[in-house]
């Protein structure tokens, strides 16, 4: 296992497109997040899941916004109707543990980077 | 509302002193404390968590949590220009973590040679 994946590194769209990116969590992980960064700022909560399941969401996240993780493994971040203002660095990190202190230590994906022109 | 503050810096260190970092949380309730390295265009990397009151140690990397007047910071001895980088500090809510880290907007570290 190579750690956290994502896909694509880079995205560049116009505004009004949807957008997908994929996260990929180190495998013994049940824990995964998303995160966006933006420049100059540190990574703002948007989601997580247990497991399949989604079990708390940001308000920063939006109705355009949507996460699954259908088998409890990979998991993708849709933005639908993209605007100028999505354009950051989506972060994707997994945790190992449910219960105790490790289940807070995340690993992080490389990220997805999006540009909305 | 959990808050993590940070001074963004630039904090400019000499090459072989010692930097420190520092954080301040609002969450009284927040049990676990890291700390994150960030280069430039990279995700972040743990560096250090904390979960107790006092010091923790790991190399040239020592934690310090004092949870009464809710700060953490990070000192980092013998500093190398390869310390240089943006640091956060990310803490858990009262929950104990189950709605994820809470980042500050990290400390940019310059180490001049």
């Known amino acids: 296992d190579t750690g956290v994946s994502q896909n694509p590194r880079h995205k560049i769209t116009k505004r009004g497109q949807n957008v997908t990116f994929r996260c990929d969590p180190i495998s013994e992980h049940n824990r995964l997040y998303w995160y966006r960064q933006t420049l100059g700022q540190g990574p703002e909560f948007l989601t997580y899941?247990?497991?399949?399941?989604?079990?708390?969401k940001s308000r920063l996240l939006s109705d355009r916004f949507s996460a699954e993780r259908p088998k409890g493994s990979f998991s993708t971040l849709e933005i639908q109707r993209t605007e100028q203002g999505d354009s950051a660095m989506y972060l994707c990190a997994s945790s190992p543990a449910a219960l105790g202190f490790g289940a807070n230590v995340l690993t992080f994906g490389a990220g997805s980077r999006l540009t909305v022109l | 509302q959990k808050e993590v503050e940070q001074n963004s810096g630039p904090l400019s260190v000499p090459e072989g002193a010692i930097a420190s970092l520092n954080c301040t949380y609002s969450d009284r309730g927040s049990q676990s404390f890291f700390w994150y390295r960030q280069y430039s265009g990279k995700s972040p990397e743990l560096i250090m968590s904390?979960?107790?009151?006092g010091d923790k140690e790991d190399g040239r990397f020592t934690a310090q949590l004092n949870k009464a007047s809710q700060y953490v910071s990070l000192l980092i001895r013998d500093s190398q220009p390869s310390d240089s980088a943006t640091y956060l500090c990310?803490?858990?809510?009262?929950?104990?973590?189950?709605?994820?880290?809470?980042f500050g907007k990290g400390t940019h570290l310059i180490i001049q040679p």
């Open positions: 904390i979960y107790s009151n």
């Open positions: 899941f247990q497991n399949e399941a989604q079990l708390e």
């Open positions: 990310a803490v858990t809510g009262s929950g104990g973590g189950a709605d994820g880290l809470t």
